[in-house]
């Protein structure tokens, strides 16, 4: 199953690789840096429990309103036309009051649709039609009904969920491309992640850039180089591969 939306850092070009180094038997599988989903999604179930979890609140309430409420979200959206007007006064109403969940989502998912990158804050000037996509919201529902959707920091998460039957696959901001996020996370948020994933009972899987202070704080874990295509690099008329390590504890 595809995702339904676009995510900075979205796994589509990677999620078979990562679904290769999956144990055999999951108990419980907990997505720590949600986003767009793609390894979620790339299953109809990966274990008994699944927890997706992000801590974008706003990407959080569009994921509880496609679980629970995808008929009226599609309502939502439908006749709409791609234009700058239209990304502006989603983006201005998002930053103001009085607007229900459902309605917060519908402006959210303009946002992710229509920004340049889905960086949510330039418009991506592509003609691109909302209505576009709407049919797969009843399947992406049904894909989330049983999953428990979180809003929180991956540490309050992790200790809540993590149990010797856990696979905790955490594919977190990469390591000095932090300013690309709408979300803070520093060099101590690294460290602070690595500390607790040491600490995990469950199996750890990650996905992370290429790079040296990466492989110093999961020095002693499995780390398997990978590389994929640099899509902005070949846009550029480049060809330059991406270079990508998938970590894990098992």
């Given at each position: 199953m595809e995702s339904f939306i676009s995510?900075?850092?979205?796994?589509?070009?990677?999620?078979?690789?990562i679904l290769a180094e999956f144990p055999a038997e999951i108990g419980r599988y907990i997505e720590?840096?949600?986003?767009?989903?793609?390894?979620?999604?790339?299953?109809?179930k990966h274990a008994p429990m699944e927890v997706f979890n992000d801590i974008d609140g706003e990407l959080v309430n569009l994921y509880r309103c496609m679980q629970h409420h995808p008929d009226e979200l599609a309502r939502q959206l439908t006749y709409l036309l791609n234009s700058r007007e239209q990304f502006f006064d989603a983006k201005a109403q998002l930053e103001g009051r009085g607007l229900t969940d459902i309605q917060r989502a519908?402006?959210?998912?303009?946002?992710?649709?229509?920004?340049?990158?889905?960086?949510?804050?330039?418009?991506?000037?592509?003609?691109?039609?909302?209505?576009?996509?709407?049919e797969s919201f009843p399947a992406i529902s049904k894909?989330?009904?049983?999953?428990?959707?979180?809003n929180r920091d991956f540490a309050a998460l992790i200790g809540t969920y993590d149990r010797p039957d856990a696979l905790?696959?955490?594919?977190?901001?990469?390591?000095?491309?932090?300013?690309y996020y709408s979300h803070l996370f520093s060099e101590e948020d690294h460290r602070?992640?690595?500390?607790?994933?040491?600490?995990?009972?469950?199996?750890?899987?990650?996905?992370?850039?290429?790079?040296?202070?990466?492989?110093?704080?999961?020095?002693?874990?499995?780390?398997?180089?990978?590389?994929?295509?640099?899509?902005?690099?070949?846009?550029?008329?480049?060809?330059?591969?991406?270079?990508?390590?998938?970590?894990?504890?098992?």
């Open positions: 995510r900075i850092g979205g796994k589509r070009a990677l999620r078979e690789r720590v840096f949600g986003g767009a989903g793609w390894v979620l999604f790339a299953r109809d519908a402006r959210y998912y303009i946002l992710v649709k229509e920004s340049f990158g889905a960086d949510l804050r330039t418009f991506g000037c592509k003609a691109r039609s909302i209505p576009h996509g709407l894909r989330l009904e049983q999953v428990v959707v979180e905790i696959y955490c594919d977190p901001p990469y390591h000095g491309t932090e300013r602070a992640l690595a500390d607790v994933l040491h600490r995990a009972k469950g199996k750890v899987l990650l996905s992370y850039n290429d790079d040296a202070f990466v492989r110093e704080l999961y020095q002693g874990w499995a780390i398997i180089p990978v590389e994929r295509a640099n899509n902005l690099a070949a846009k550029a008329g480049q060809s330059k591969p991406y270079r990508e390590l998938i970590i894990k504890n098992y």
